[in-house]
Protein backbone atom coordinates (compact mmCIF):
# COMPACT_ATOMS: atom_id res chain seq x y z
CA UNK A 1 0.00 0.00 0.00
CA UNK A 2 3.13 2.53 0.51
CA UNK A 3 3.83 2.77 -2.79
CA UNK A 4 0.14 3.80 -3.78
CA UNK A 5 0.71 6.30 -1.12
CA UNK A 6 3.95 7.80 -2.28
CA UNK A 7 3.96 8.22 -5.39
CA UNK A 8 2.07 11.90 -6.19
CA UNK A 9 2.38 14.80 -3.48
CA UNK A 10 -0.34 14.10 -0.73
CA UNK A 11 -2.35 16.89 -1.68
CA UNK A 12 -2.71 15.12 -5.32
CA UNK A 13 -3.41 12.24 -3.50
CA UNK A 14 -5.93 13.27 -1.23
CA UNK A 15 -7.45 15.21 -3.61
CA UNK A 16 -7.78 12.07 -6.43
CA UNK A 17 -9.20 9.73 -3.78
CA UNK A 18 -11.86 12.38 -2.50
CA UNK A 19 -12.82 13.03 -6.18
CA UNK A 20 -13.18 9.37 -7.10
CA UNK A 21 -14.80 8.68 -4.19
CA UNK A 22 -17.82 11.45 -4.77
CA UNK A 23 -17.33 11.34 -8.52
CA UNK A 24 -17.27 7.68 -9.63
CA UNK A 25 -21.27 6.59 -8.41
CA UNK A 26 -22.47 9.84 -10.22
CA UNK A 27 -21.02 9.22 -13.16
CA UNK A 28 -22.01 5.52 -13.61
CA UNK A 29 -25.69 6.51 -13.42
CA UNK A 30 -24.97 9.04 -15.73
CA UNK A 31 -23.27 6.45 -18.53
CA UNK A 32 -26.24 4.14 -17.82
CA UNK A 33 -29.43 6.60 -18.49
CA UNK A 34 -26.92 8.23 -21.49
CA UNK A 35 -26.37 4.93 -23.38
CA UNK A 36 -29.93 3.40 -22.65
CA UNK A 37 -32.26 6.39 -22.31
CA UNK A 38 -29.63 9.34 -24.04
CA UNK A 39 -28.86 7.42 -26.91
CA UNK A 40 -25.45 7.83 -26.01
CA UNK A 41 -25.55 11.37 -26.66
CA UNK A 42 -24.11 13.58 -23.73
CA UNK A 43 -25.45 16.87 -24.86
CA UNK A 44 -28.94 15.26 -25.00
CA UNK A 45 -28.23 14.26 -21.02
CA UNK A 46 -26.78 17.48 -20.04
CA UNK A 47 -29.81 19.14 -22.36
CA UNK A 48 -32.01 17.40 -19.94
CA UNK A 49 -30.28 18.03 -16.37
CA UNK A 50 -29.92 21.56 -17.40
CA UNK A 51 -33.42 22.53 -17.32
CA UNK A 52 -34.41 20.33 -13.78
CA UNK A 53 -30.71 20.82 -11.90
CA UNK A 54 -29.82 18.55 -9.36
CA UNK A 55 -33.38 17.49 -8.78
CA UNK A 56 -33.40 16.09 -12.74
CA UNK A 57 -30.65 14.06 -11.67
CA UNK A 58 -31.88 12.89 -8.27
CA UNK A 59 -35.23 11.77 -10.88
CA UNK A 60 -33.34 10.10 -13.40
CA UNK A 61 -31.13 7.92 -10.55
CA UNK A 62 -33.05 4.55 -10.25
CA UNK A 63 -33.68 3.27 -6.76
CA UNK A 64 -32.42 0.25 -6.15
CA UNK A 65 -35.58 -2.21 -6.58
CA UNK A 66 -36.32 -5.80 -5.02
CA UNK A 67 -35.29 -7.19 -8.25
CA UNK A 68 -32.25 -5.79 -8.47
CA UNK A 69 -30.85 -6.94 -4.99
CA UNK A 70 -32.18 -10.24 -6.08
CA UNK A 71 -30.51 -10.46 -9.57
CA UNK A 72 -27.89 -9.54 -7.96
CA UNK A 73 -27.59 -11.82 -4.66
CA UNK A 74 -28.54 -14.82 -7.00
CA UNK A 75 -25.29 -13.80 -9.07
CA UNK A 76 -23.45 -13.34 -6.25
CA UNK A 77 -24.03 -16.48 -4.18
CA UNK A 78 -23.56 -18.61 -7.62
CA UNK A 79 -20.17 -17.56 -7.99
CA UNK A 80 -19.21 -17.77 -4.49
CA UNK A 81 -20.44 -21.44 -4.81
CA UNK A 82 -18.24 -22.04 -7.54
CA UNK A 83 -15.34 -20.32 -5.95
CA UNK A 84 -15.51 -22.16 -3.26
CA UNK A 85 -16.96 -25.65 -4.66
CA UNK A 86 -15.00 -26.03 -8.21
CA UNK A 87 -11.91 -28.35 -8.05
CA UNK A 88 -9.15 -26.60 -8.97
CA UNK A 89 -5.32 -27.01 -9.02
CA UNK A 90 -3.49 -25.72 -5.70
CA UNK A 91 -1.61 -22.72 -6.89
CA UNK A 92 0.58 -20.62 -4.69
CA UNK A 93 0.72 -16.79 -4.97
CA UNK A 94 4.13 -14.44 -5.25
CA UNK A 95 5.86 -13.73 -1.67
CA UNK A 96 4.08 -11.00 0.06
CA UNK A 97 6.11 -8.11 1.70
CA UNK A 98 5.86 -9.87 4.84
CA UNK A 99 7.34 -12.86 3.69
CA UNK A 100 3.73 -14.62 3.54
CA UNK A 101 2.42 -16.88 0.60
CA UNK A 102 -0.89 -17.04 0.15
CA UNK A 103 -2.48 -20.59 -1.68
CA UNK A 104 -5.50 -20.22 -4.26
CA UNK A 105 -7.84 -22.96 -5.66
CA UNK A 106 -7.18 -22.56 -9.99
CA UNK A 107 -10.64 -23.24 -10.57
CA UNK A 108 -11.11 -19.76 -12.86
CA UNK A 109 -11.86 -21.13 -16.18
CA UNK A 110 -14.17 -23.77 -14.45
CA UNK A 111 -16.32 -21.04 -13.16
CA UNK A 112 -16.68 -19.33 -16.06
CA UNK A 113 -17.59 -21.95 -18.62
CA UNK A 114 -20.08 -23.06 -15.70
CA UNK A 115 -21.26 -19.67 -15.41
CA UNK A 116 -22.06 -19.25 -19.42
CA UNK A 117 -23.28 -22.23 -19.66
CA UNK A 118 -25.88 -21.93 -16.86
CA UNK A 119 -26.85 -18.41 -17.97
CA UNK A 120 -27.32 -19.03 -21.40
CA UNK A 121 -29.00 -22.29 -20.85
CA UNK A 122 -31.43 -20.18 -18.10
CA UNK A 123 -32.36 -18.04 -21.66
CA UNK A 124 -32.20 -21.12 -23.86
CA UNK A 125 -35.21 -23.00 -22.04
CA UNK A 126 -37.26 -20.33 -21.25
CA UNK A 127 -36.25 -20.20 -16.96
CA UNK A 128 -34.61 -16.72 -17.27
CA UNK A 129 -34.31 -13.77 -19.83
CA UNK A 130 -31.30 -11.70 -19.68
CA UNK A 131 -33.10 -9.20 -21.08
CA UNK A 132 -34.60 -8.41 -17.81
CA UNK A 133 -31.02 -8.07 -16.47
CA UNK A 134 -30.92 -4.91 -19.47
CA UNK A 135 -34.31 -3.54 -18.18
CA UNK A 136 -33.28 -3.57 -14.71
CA UNK A 137 -29.37 -2.41 -15.57
CA UNK A 138 -29.97 1.46 -13.92
CA UNK A 139 -31.88 -0.16 -10.68
CA UNK A 140 -28.92 -2.97 -10.35
CA UNK A 141 -25.69 -0.34 -10.67
CA UNK A 142 -27.34 1.94 -7.71
CA UNK A 143 -27.87 -1.10 -5.89
CA UNK A 144 -24.44 -2.00 -6.66
CA UNK A 145 -23.03 1.10 -5.79
CA UNK A 146 -24.78 1.40 -2.15
CA UNK A 147 -23.95 -2.37 -1.66
CA UNK A 148 -20.31 -2.36 -2.24
CA UNK A 149 -19.76 1.03 -0.39
CA UNK A 150 -20.93 -1.04 2.40
CA UNK A 151 -19.02 -3.67 1.28
CA UNK A 152 -15.68 -2.13 1.67
CA UNK A 153 -16.59 -0.48 4.78
CA UNK A 154 -17.28 -4.14 6.29
CA UNK A 155 -14.12 -4.77 4.95
CA UNK A 156 -12.46 -2.26 6.49
CA UNK A 157 -14.08 -3.04 9.88
CA UNK A 158 -12.36 -6.77 9.31
CA UNK A 159 -8.99 -5.10 8.10
CA UNK A 160 -8.90 -3.62 11.84
CA UNK A 161 -10.86 -6.81 14.19
CA UNK A 162 -9.82 -9.52 12.37
CA UNK A 163 -7.34 -9.26 9.59
CA UNK A 164 -6.36 -12.66 7.79
CA UNK A 165 -2.61 -12.50 7.79
CA UNK A 166 -0.01 -9.83 8.53
CA UNK A 167 0.01 -8.39 5.32
CA UNK A 168 -2.22 -6.21 6.95
CA UNK A 169 -2.58 -2.81 9.05
CA UNK A 170 -3.53 0.60 9.64
CA UNK A 171 -1.30 3.96 8.09
CA UNK A 172 -3.22 6.04 10.56
CA UNK A 173 -5.31 7.77 8.51
CA UNK A 174 -9.31 6.77 8.02
CA UNK A 175 -9.64 8.32 4.10
CA UNK A 176 -6.27 6.22 3.08
CA UNK A 177 -7.19 3.30 4.98
CA UNK A 178 -10.47 3.04 3.34
CA UNK A 179 -9.60 3.93 -0.10
CA UNK A 180 -6.48 1.98 -0.24
CA UNK A 181 -7.73 -1.02 2.00
CA UNK A 182 -6.15 -2.27 4.85
CA UNK A 183 -5.64 -6.02 3.83
CA UNK A 184 -3.57 -7.66 1.53
CA UNK A 185 -4.90 -10.98 1.53
CA UNK A 186 -8.02 -10.67 3.00
CA UNK A 187 -10.11 -14.28 3.92
CA UNK A 188 -13.38 -15.60 4.94
CA UNK A 189 -12.21 -18.84 6.86
CA UNK A 190 -9.01 -20.10 5.05
CA UNK A 191 -10.29 -20.61 1.44
CA UNK A 192 -12.87 -18.19 0.62
CA UNK A 193 -10.25 -15.26 -0.77
CA UNK A 194 -12.50 -12.17 -0.91
CA UNK A 195 -10.31 -10.19 -4.26
CA UNK A 196 -10.30 -13.63 -6.07
CA UNK A 197 -14.56 -13.31 -5.14
CA UNK A 198 -14.36 -9.27 -5.76
CA UNK A 199 -12.12 -8.88 -8.88
CA UNK A 200 -12.72 -12.08 -10.53
CA UNK A 201 -15.71 -13.97 -9.75
CA UNK A 202 -17.97 -11.20 -9.63
CA UNK A 203 -16.27 -8.40 -11.94
CA UNK A 204 -14.39 -10.17 -14.49
CA UNK A 205 -17.18 -12.62 -14.35
CA UNK A 206 -20.20 -9.81 -15.16
CA UNK A 207 -18.61 -8.57 -18.05
CA UNK A 208 -18.47 -11.66 -19.68
CA UNK A 209 -22.53 -11.66 -18.51
CA UNK A 210 -23.09 -8.09 -19.51
CA UNK A 211 -21.78 -9.17 -22.47
CA UNK A 212 -23.55 -11.97 -23.77
CA UNK A 213 -26.82 -10.11 -22.14
CA UNK A 214 -26.62 -7.17 -24.53
CA UNK A 215 -26.31 -9.17 -27.03
CA UNK A 216 -29.32 -11.04 -26.35
CA UNK A 217 -31.24 -8.09 -25.30
CA UNK A 218 -30.57 -6.83 -28.94
CA UNK A 219 -31.62 -10.28 -30.55
CA UNK A 220 -34.99 -10.33 -28.60
CA UNK A 221 -35.37 -6.44 -28.98
CA UNK A 222 -35.01 -6.48 -33.17
CA UNK A 223 -35.39 -10.49 -33.90
CA UNK A 224 -31.30 -10.37 -35.33
CA UNK A 225 -27.71 -9.37 -34.13
CA UNK A 226 -26.12 -6.65 -35.95
CA UNK A 227 -22.20 -7.68 -37.17
CA UNK A 228 -21.39 -4.70 -34.87
CA UNK A 229 -22.61 -5.97 -31.55
CA UNK A 230 -21.60 -9.68 -32.79
CA UNK A 231 -17.94 -8.50 -33.20
CA UNK A 232 -18.15 -6.66 -30.13
CA UNK A 233 -19.33 -9.06 -28.73
CA UNK A 234 -17.22 -11.93 -30.06
CA UNK A 235 -13.50 -9.63 -28.55
CA UNK A 236 -15.09 -8.83 -25.36
CA UNK A 237 -15.77 -12.65 -24.35
CA UNK A 238 -11.86 -13.68 -25.98
CA UNK A 239 -10.41 -10.73 -23.97
CA UNK A 240 -12.65 -12.35 -20.57
CA UNK A 241 -11.89 -15.93 -21.47
CA UNK A 242 -7.99 -15.18 -21.83
CA UNK A 243 -8.45 -13.57 -18.15
CA UNK A 244 -9.98 -17.03 -16.78
CA UNK A 245 -7.27 -19.07 -19.14
CA UNK A 246 -4.63 -17.24 -17.44
CA UNK A 247 -6.27 -16.27 -14.12
CA UNK A 248 -3.72 -17.78 -11.65
CA UNK A 249 -0.98 -15.59 -13.20
CA UNK A 250 -3.57 -12.87 -12.78
CA UNK A 251 -2.85 -13.60 -8.51
CA UNK A 252 0.64 -12.04 -9.51
CA UNK A 253 -0.14 -9.16 -10.87
CA UNK A 254 -0.09 -5.57 -8.82
CA UNK A 255 -3.91 -5.78 -8.36
CA UNK A 256 -3.32 -9.12 -6.07
CA UNK A 257 0.13 -8.79 -5.20
CA UNK A 258 0.86 -5.02 -4.20
CA UNK A 259 -2.85 -3.02 -3.76
CA UNK A 260 -4.76 -4.19 -0.90
CA UNK A 261 -8.61 -4.83 -1.03
CA UNK A 262 -10.47 -1.19 -0.41
CA UNK A 263 -12.76 1.00 -2.04
CA UNK A 264 -9.72 1.53 -4.98
CA UNK A 265 -9.51 -2.24 -5.99
CA UNK A 266 -12.88 -3.54 -4.57
CA UNK A 267 -15.50 -1.37 -5.48
CA UNK A 268 -13.50 -0.55 -8.50
CA UNK A 269 -14.51 -4.55 -9.54
CA UNK A 270 -18.00 -4.42 -8.21
CA UNK A 271 -19.45 -1.54 -10.02
CA UNK A 272 -17.12 0.49 -12.27
CA UNK A 273 -16.24 -2.90 -14.05
CA UNK A 274 -19.61 -4.35 -14.77
CA UNK A 275 -20.91 -0.62 -15.58
CA UNK A 276 -17.88 1.33 -17.86
CA UNK A 277 -15.53 -1.62 -18.61
CA UNK A 278 -18.46 -2.98 -20.59
CA UNK A 279 -19.89 0.08 -21.69
CA UNK A 280 -19.50 -0.03 -25.51
CA UNK A 281 -21.76 -3.02 -25.79
CA UNK A 282 -24.63 -1.26 -23.51
CA UNK A 283 -24.33 1.46 -26.32
CA UNK A 284 -24.77 -0.76 -29.26
CA UNK A 285 -27.89 -2.35 -27.92
CA UNK A 286 -29.83 0.76 -29.15
CA UNK A 287 -27.14 1.52 -32.56
CA UNK A 288 -27.19 -1.42 -34.35
CA UNK A 289 -24.63 -0.48 -37.03
CA UNK A 290 -23.89 -2.89 -39.88
CA UNK A 291 -19.99 -3.01 -40.63
CA UNK A 292 -19.94 -5.59 -43.95
CA UNK A 293 -18.09 -8.94 -43.89
CA UNK A 294 -14.55 -7.44 -44.73
CA UNK A 295 -14.54 -4.71 -42.10
CA UNK A 296 -16.51 -6.60 -39.59
CA UNK A 297 -13.52 -9.56 -40.10
CA UNK A 298 -10.85 -7.30 -40.39
CA UNK A 299 -11.45 -5.90 -36.61
CA UNK A 300 -12.29 -8.98 -35.31
CA UNK A 301 -8.63 -10.13 -36.62
CA UNK A 302 -6.60 -6.65 -35.08
CA UNK A 303 -8.71 -7.00 -32.01
CA UNK A 304 -7.86 -11.01 -31.24
CA UNK A 305 -4.17 -10.63 -32.38
CA UNK A 306 -3.99 -7.82 -29.95
CA UNK A 307 -5.56 -9.74 -26.75
CA UNK A 308 -3.11 -12.64 -27.97
CA UNK A 309 -0.25 -10.16 -28.11
CA UNK A 310 -1.07 -8.44 -24.21
CA UNK A 311 -1.56 -12.83 -23.23
CA UNK A 312 2.06 -13.41 -24.43
CA UNK A 313 3.15 -10.94 -22.93
CA UNK A 314 1.92 -11.69 -19.49
CA UNK A 315 2.50 -15.43 -20.12
CA UNK A 316 6.44 -14.15 -21.07
CA UNK A 317 7.09 -12.53 -17.72
CA UNK A 318 5.08 -15.29 -16.12
CA UNK A 319 7.15 -18.62 -17.61
CA UNK A 320 10.55 -16.54 -17.22
CA UNK A 321 10.33 -15.80 -13.15
CA UNK A 322 8.63 -19.56 -12.89
CA UNK A 323 11.62 -21.18 -14.37
CA UNK A 324 14.01 -19.22 -12.70
CA UNK A 325 15.05 -17.88 -16.51
CA UNK A 326 15.98 -21.40 -17.80
CA UNK A 327 13.57 -20.62 -20.80
CA UNK A 328 13.33 -19.47 -24.38
CA UNK A 329 12.35 -16.17 -25.32
CA UNK A 330 11.65 -15.43 -28.78
CA UNK A 331 13.78 -18.39 -29.21
CA UNK A 332 16.62 -17.42 -27.80
CA UNK A 333 17.93 -17.43 -23.96
CA UNK A 334 16.43 -14.99 -22.12
CA UNK A 335 18.38 -11.50 -21.31
CA UNK A 336 17.89 -10.59 -17.65
CA UNK A 337 19.04 -8.58 -14.80
CA UNK A 338 19.80 -10.72 -11.29
CA UNK A 339 18.27 -8.05 -9.03
CA UNK A 340 18.29 -8.44 -5.35
CA UNK A 341 16.28 -6.25 -2.56
CA UNK A 342 15.26 -6.77 1.06
CA UNK A 343 11.73 -7.23 2.42
CA UNK A 344 10.35 -5.67 4.78
CA UNK A 345 11.18 -8.13 7.43
CA UNK A 346 14.95 -7.38 6.50
CA UNK A 347 15.46 -10.38 4.55
CA UNK A 348 17.44 -10.60 1.09
CA UNK A 349 15.63 -11.99 -1.70
CA UNK A 350 16.72 -12.60 -5.45
CA UNK A 351 14.44 -11.52 -8.45
CA UNK A 352 14.90 -11.79 -12.25
CA UNK A 353 14.41 -8.83 -14.92
CA UNK A 354 13.50 -10.01 -17.99
CA UNK A 355 15.31 -7.78 -20.41
CA UNK A 356 14.26 -9.57 -24.14
CA UNK A 357 11.18 -10.20 -25.63
CA UNK A 358 7.93 -8.18 -25.00
CA UNK A 359 10.04 -6.95 -22.00
CA UNK A 360 13.08 -5.45 -23.88
CA UNK A 361 10.62 -3.35 -26.30
CA UNK A 362 9.20 -1.02 -23.16
CA UNK A 363 8.87 -1.39 -19.23
CA UNK A 364 5.25 -1.69 -19.75
CA UNK A 365 4.69 -2.74 -23.14
CA UNK A 366 1.98 -5.18 -22.20
CA UNK A 367 -0.44 -1.83 -21.91
CA UNK A 368 -0.34 -1.38 -25.83
CA UNK A 369 -2.32 -4.38 -26.71
CA UNK A 370 -4.47 -4.07 -23.90
CA UNK A 371 -5.56 -0.16 -25.12
CA UNK A 372 -5.28 -1.09 -28.85
CA UNK A 373 -7.55 -4.55 -28.06
CA UNK A 374 -10.06 -1.86 -26.34
CA UNK A 375 -10.26 -0.04 -29.07
CA UNK A 376 -11.25 -2.84 -31.57
CA UNK A 377 -14.20 -4.07 -29.64
CA UNK A 378 -15.82 -0.04 -29.37
CA UNK A 379 -14.92 0.71 -33.42
CA UNK A 380 -17.85 -1.60 -34.25
CA UNK A 381 -19.78 1.56 -32.57
CA UNK A 382 -18.61 3.65 -35.20
CA UNK A 383 -17.78 7.49 -34.60
CA UNK A 384 -21.39 9.22 -34.09
CA UNK A 385 -20.71 9.40 -30.39
CA UNK A 386 -17.99 10.08 -27.80
CA UNK A 387 -18.93 8.57 -25.14
CA UNK A 388 -18.79 4.63 -25.93
CA UNK A 389 -14.95 5.75 -26.37
CA UNK A 390 -14.99 6.39 -22.68
CA UNK A 391 -13.36 3.47 -21.44
CA UNK A 392 -10.85 3.46 -24.13
CA UNK A 393 -9.84 6.63 -22.79
CA UNK A 394 -9.97 6.39 -18.82
CA UNK A 395 -7.96 2.64 -19.79
CA UNK A 396 -5.35 4.98 -21.04
CA UNK A 397 -5.36 7.46 -18.18
CA UNK A 398 -5.36 4.17 -15.77
CA UNK A 399 -2.93 2.19 -17.80
CA UNK A 400 -0.27 5.08 -17.65
CA UNK A 401 -0.91 6.45 -14.25
CA UNK A 402 -0.13 2.32 -13.34
CA UNK A 403 2.90 2.06 -15.17
CA UNK A 404 4.09 5.35 -13.33
CA UNK A 405 2.95 3.85 -9.62
CA UNK A 406 4.65 0.48 -10.98
CA UNK A 407 7.67 2.04 -11.94
CA UNK A 408 8.00 3.63 -9.00
CA UNK A 409 7.31 1.02 -7.00
CA UNK A 410 10.01 -1.30 -8.66
CA UNK A 411 12.40 1.49 -8.15
CA UNK A 412 12.44 1.81 -4.19
CA UNK A 413 12.28 -2.29 -4.35
CA UNK A 414 14.79 -2.86 -6.58
CA UNK A 415 16.91 0.61 -6.20
CA UNK A 416 19.88 0.33 -8.51
CA UNK A 417 19.06 -2.81 -10.15
CA UNK A 418 15.79 -1.09 -11.16
CA UNK A 419 17.90 2.12 -13.18
CA UNK A 420 20.13 -0.36 -14.76
CA UNK A 421 16.59 -1.89 -16.02
CA UNK A 422 15.92 1.69 -17.26
CA UNK A 423 19.25 2.14 -18.86
CA UNK A 424 18.83 -1.36 -20.58
CA UNK A 425 14.78 -0.60 -21.81
CA UNK A 426 14.44 2.89 -22.07
CA UNK A 427 10.37 3.47 -22.44
CA UNK A 428 7.89 3.17 -20.02
CA UNK A 429 5.28 2.00 -22.71
CA UNK A 430 5.68 2.91 -26.08
CA UNK A 431 8.73 2.03 -27.91
CA UNK A 432 10.64 5.08 -29.36
CA UNK A 433 8.04 7.50 -27.87
CA UNK A 434 7.52 7.38 -24.09
P1 LIG B 1 2.13 -6.87 -13.85
O1 LIG B 1 1.89 -6.98 -12.40
O2 LIG B 1 1.83 -8.06 -14.65
O3 LIG B 1 3.61 -6.46 -14.13
C1 LIG B 1 4.32 -5.56 -13.33
C2 LIG B 1 5.14 -6.30 -12.27
O4 LIG B 1 5.97 -7.26 -12.91
C3 LIG B 1 6.09 -5.38 -11.55
O5 LIG B 1 5.44 -4.84 -10.42
C4 LIG B 1 7.23 -6.31 -11.15
O6 LIG B 1 6.82 -7.03 -9.97
C5 LIG B 1 7.27 -7.30 -12.30
N1 LIG B 1 8.17 -6.90 -13.36
C6 LIG B 1 8.33 -5.67 -13.89
N2 LIG B 1 9.24 -5.69 -14.90
C7 LIG B 1 9.62 -6.98 -15.01
C8 LIG B 1 10.52 -7.64 -15.86
N3 LIG B 1 11.22 -6.98 -16.79
N4 LIG B 1 10.70 -8.97 -15.70
C9 LIG B 1 10.02 -9.64 -14.77
N5 LIG B 1 9.14 -9.07 -13.92
C10 LIG B 1 8.94 -7.75 -14.05
O7 LIG B 1 1.37 -5.63 -14.44
P2 LIG B 1 -0.16 -5.31 -14.37
O8 LIG B 1 -0.80 -5.88 -13.16
O9 LIG B 1 -0.28 -3.85 -14.57
O10 LIG B 1 -0.76 -6.05 -15.66
C11 LIG B 1 -1.18 -7.40 -15.70
C12 LIG B 1 -2.20 -7.58 -16.83
O11 LIG B 1 -3.43 -6.97 -16.48
C13 LIG B 1 -1.76 -6.95 -18.15
O12 LIG B 1 -2.21 -7.75 -19.18
C14 LIG B 1 -2.51 -5.64 -18.17
O13 LIG B 1 -2.69 -5.19 -19.49
C15 LIG B 1 -3.81 -6.05 -17.49
N6 LIG B 1 -4.48 -4.92 -16.84
C16 LIG B 1 -5.74 -4.58 -17.24
C17 LIG B 1 -6.40 -3.53 -16.65
C18 LIG B 1 -7.78 -3.17 -17.06
O14 LIG B 1 -8.42 -2.39 -16.35
N7 LIG B 1 -8.28 -3.64 -18.18
C19 LIG B 1 -5.79 -2.77 -15.54
C20 LIG B 1 -4.48 -3.22 -15.20
C21 LIG B 1 -3.86 -4.26 -15.82
P3 LIG B 1 7.83 -7.72 -8.93
O15 LIG B 1 7.66 -6.97 -7.67
O16 LIG B 1 7.34 -9.13 -8.87
O17 LIG B 1 9.23 -7.62 -9.50
Not at 69 to 74: G, H, L, M, P, V
Not at 180 to 201: A, H, Q, S
Not at 209 to 229: H, R, W
Request: hydrophobic letters at 45%; one cysteine or more.
Amino acid sequence: MAESKTVHSPLVTYASMLSLLSLCPPFVILLWYTMVHADGSVLQTFGSLKNNGLQGFIDIWPRPTAIAWKIIACYAAFEAALQLLLPGKRVEGPISPKGNIPVYKANGIAAYVVTLITYLSLWWFGIFNPSIVYDHLGEIYSALIFGSFIFCILLYIKGHLAPSSTDSGSCGNFIIDFYWGMELYPRIGKDFDIKVFTNCRFGMMSWAVLAVTYCIKQYETNGKVADSMLVNTILMLVYVSKFFWWEAGYWSTMDIAHDRAGFYICWGCLVWVPSIYTSPGMYLVNHPVNLGVQLELSILAAGILCVYINYDCDRQRQEFRKTNGKCRIWGKAPSKIVATYTTESGEMKTSLLLTSGWWGLARHFHYVPEILAAFFWTVPALFDHFLPYFYVIFLTILLFDRAKRDDDRCRSKYGKYWKLYCEKVRYKIIPGFY
